[in-house]
């Protein structure tokens, strides 16, 4: 999950888990009267308020969720090999296959690579295969209630009644991840008030139900961040003898024609392009494991979830999804 968009980041090699406030002081019930009168204050029609909130409690699973957080340490190839199946990329080709037309007009809308959108779609939900299935209201309201990232989850649950009010989905269709993440996208839904789009022009923006719009949102993401069209977002690469791993970080950045003077080659041992293009050269596994050049795009994937390990997978999976 993304900080911007959910609740902790996948750092490379760690799940950070972020220390726990004071459990929740007052009643769930004195709570929800707050967040009605909270939503009222922002607009939100009465009607929508008593069907979204009437009957709910706290959601002991969201809780548990919430604090088992695990500390684990993942490697690199244990990370790639699980996004990296065989099976994933056979079903990112026939979903690429399937929305291609979708997948065009995406793409001439918002100038963003089809097979990036179809990577993230499959890192993100398996192409849709499992969108979550907890009530983001229930969610977001016990994770507000509780007490540790109180005033975030408050904001995201005033931000998910507005997506109710404003008809785009009904509460019992608004389902997603422990955290509050919705749709094909998983996107929270500050981010869906912001970057959601109505990509068919029926009037509502469904990242639940509606590929064209689950698609187009993703690509309008991207765009938002700052994705360059002609670009690729980075590639595999070999590295000469005796190359110095503390080079390898994501903020040295330098010309490709530096690098491949370096030594550096692609992984099929051609030369690299001879550009002014910036890249930066990561080793995710360490000295001896894969190397990878990667470029501006690389950093925009990062902006949909912070973790290198996401991004890498991300791009690698778009490389083969087409």
């Known amino acids: 999950?993304?900080?911007?968009?959910?609740?902790?980041?996948?750092?490379?090699?760690?799940?950070?888990?972020?220390?726990?406030?004071?459990a929740a002081t007052q009643s769930f019930e004195a709570f929800l009267d707050g967040v009605r009168a909270d939503a009222r204050r922002a607009g939100i029609r009465p009607a929508v308020l008593q069907q979204a909130l009437s009957g709910l409690r706290p959601n002991d699973r969201v809780l548990e969720?919430?604090?088992?957080?695990?500390?684990?340490?993942?490697?690199?190839?244990?990370?790639?090999?699980?996004?990296?199946?065989?099976?994933?990329?056979?079903a990112g080709r026939r979903a690429f296959a399937d929305n291609r037309a979708t997948l065009e007009a995406v793409q001439a809308r918002f100038r963003v690579s089809p097979r990036v959108v179809v990577a993230i779609w499959g890192v993100e939900t398996n192409y849709g295969g499992f969108t979550g299935n907890m009530n983001v209201i229930e969610a977001l309201a016990t994770l507000a209630w509780d007490g540790r990232r109180s005033a975030y989850f408050r904001n995201e649950l005033i931000a998910a009644l507005k997506i109710l009010d404003a008809g785009?989905?009904?509460p019992e269709r608004m389902r997603g991840s422990w955290a509050g993440a919705m749709g094909h996208p998983q996107f929270m839904p500050?981010?869906?008030?912001?970057?959601?789009?109505?990509?068919?022009?029926d009037g509502r923006r469904d990242i639940w139900d509606n590929r064209a719009d689950a698609l187009g949102s993703i690509a309008h993401y991207l765009s938002r961040s700052g994705w360059r069209e002609e670009e690729l977002w980075g590639r595999e690469v070999l590295l000469p003898p005796g190359f110095n791993p503390e080079e390898a970080r994501?903020?040295?950045?330098r010309p490709l024609r530096e690098w491949a003077q370096l030594g550096?080659?692609?992984?099929?041992?051609?030369?690299?392009?001879?550009?002014?293009?910036e890249a930066a050269i990561l080793l995710p596994g360490g000295a001896g494991g894969q190397a990878f050049a990667v470029y501006a795009n690389f950093n925009v994937i990062r902006r949909y979830n912070p973790s290198n390990f996401y991004a890498l997978a991300v791009g690698m999976l778009s490389d083969r999804v087409a």
């Open 250 to 253: 994501r903020e040295n950045t």
């Open 168 to 170: 785009h989905v009904t």
């Open 264 to 277: 550096v080659r692609r992984a099929d041992g051609g030369p690299l392009p001879v550009a002014d293009m």
């Open 1 to 22: 999950m993304r900080v911007s968009r959910r609740l902790f980041l996948a750092t490379p090699a760690l799940l950070v888990q972020a220390p726990r406030a004071e």
């Open 190 to 201: 500050s981010n869906f008030d912001r970057l959601a789009v109505d990509m068919d022009g």
């Open 65 to 90: 969720l919430d604090r088992r957080q695990p500390e684990f340490t993942q490697t690199w190839e244990q990370y790639r090999d699980a996004r990296l199946t065989q099976a994933r990329i056979d």
